[in-house]
């Protein structure tokens, strides 16, 4: 298996630009998560699916945010407009049942925004 | 909901010695505890993990004590290498039958040969 795979890995924007980052999750695979990582305020879940539905949205920061999950093979994070503070790292991760270790939670590699 | 706090946020050691990294949890319900390695530039991967129902649990050279009456586990490395050099990350989870992870806000281990 590839693994959780997100594109771009890396996307320079100008501010007031929309944004898409996408992910694929592992195949069977029933749960996603969207984080986005900071220095500052560190891993922070924004939203998860389960079996495409969103569930939980309290972390996505402002209405300038949103995810869908059209199948159990596709997502994407959407942000417009941009601006400078939407700079950081946003990793998608899959899980099966949630996420404990007999059923595993694999991050994609992440990808690296940065709104100039 | 859940609060996981963990510390230090960074920790310098000679190749060699050992490193315990420390986190706290809030929420009693919490039954399971990953611990995730991020090396710089990559995503963040389970490296070990332990359920309430086990105080130790050991791999090779990492170890992960839980408490919960105190409602803390530690991440115990010893021997250090280089390549140990990375943002560790504590997470609590298993609140009403969920196993979504609260993250705490990681610990950069510098290793020095």
Redesign the interface.
């Known amino acids: 298996d590839a693994g959780v795979i997100q594109s771009p890995r890396h996307e320079v924007t100008e501010m007031g630009q929309e944004v898409t980052l996408r992910c694929k999750p592992i195949s069977g695979h029933d749960y996603l ?1 969207w984080y986005r990582q900071t220095m500052m305020r ?2 922070e ?1 924004l939203i ?1 699916f389960n079996n495409n539905v969103p569930i ?1 949205d309290s972390g996505m920061p402002e209405d300038r945010f949103s995810a869908k999950m059209p199948n159990a093979s596709f997502s994407t994070l959407k942000i417009q407009p941009s601006e400078p503070r939407d700079s950081a790292v946003y ?1 998608c991760a899959s ?1 099966l ?5 007999d ?1 595993g ?1 694999t ?4 990808t690296r925004l940065t709104v100039v | 909901g859940e609060n996981v706090e963990q510390h230090p946020s960074t920790l310098s050691v000679q190749e060699g010695d050992s490193a315990v990294i420390k986190c706290t949890y809030s929420d009693s319900a919490s039954n ?1 505890f ?1 611990w995730y390695k991020q090396e710089l530039g ?5 490296i070990i ?1 332990i359920r309430s129902n086990v105080g130790e649990k050991k791999d090779q050279r990492i170890a992960v004590t839980l408490n919960k009456t105190a409602k803390h586990f530690s991440l115990h490395i010893t021997e250090t290498q280089p390549e140990d050099s990375a943002v560790y ?1 504590c997470a609590a ?2 609140v009403r039958g ?4 609260t ?4 610990t950069s281990l510098i290793v020095h040969p």
């Open positions: 998560f560190g891993l879940l998860y939980d990793f899980s049942s949630g996420g404990s270790s059923y939670y991050f994609g590699s992440g | 399971y990953p990559k995503r963040p991967q389970l993990d990350f989870s298993g969920s196993y979504i992870p993250f705490g806000r990681g």
